[in-house]
């Protein structure tokens, strides 16, 4: 009986103070004491003494994210279309290109498969030549893309 009063009494108590602690501001816990150390020193030709020069770092330098390869063909296909002019000077005309896109995200050759002129695959390879795309997942990309001018 002793036993379950003292349960009893304890579950009281407790109930009370989690009740207190509930209706007041919770304490904020003080930041730790942080003290700077002192440079290393090195001494100069002269006799003097200088601070010992640091390494650079960037220290949130975070490597380049990789793109998913439905993204990166996203992205690559809005900057082609950047690109293309909304005028042209050659006429209407249809090209088809394979090219190839560097681990940098350029253009760095450029097949014309099939094409109305020659002008209108010279405007393609403008075109590509242009294009700054992300870096390709996997370091590089073989693309083909058909160009039908109005």
Excluded: C, W
Excluded at 19 to 25: G, K
Excluded at 28 to 42: H, I, R, W
Excluded at 70 to 97: C, H, Q, W
């Amino acid at each position: 009986m002793r036993r379950a009063a003292a349960l009893a009494i304890f579950a009281v108590v407790n109930s009370a103070a989690i009740a207190e602690q509930a209706n007041s501001p919770a304490p904020t816990p003080a930041a730790p004491a942080v003290q700077a150390k002192p440079l290393p020193k090195a001494e100069t030709p002269s006799g003097g003494v200088q601070a010992k020069p640091q390494p650079a770092s960037a220290p949130n330098a975070a490597a380049p994210a990789v793109l998913s390869q439905s993204k990166f063909l996203g992205m690559l296909y809005a900057e082609i279309a950047k690109r293309t002019p909304a005028e042209n000077t050659v006429g209407k005309g249809d090209v088809a290109a394979s090219f190839h896109v560097n681990g940098q995200g350029k253009v760095d050759k450029v097949v014309i498969e099939k094409t109305s002129s020659p002008a209108h695959a010279e405007l393609v390879k403008k075109i590509l030549a242009a294009v700054q795309a992300p870096q390709p997942p996997g370091g590089g990309a073989d693309i083909s893309q058909n160009f039908k001018f109005h």
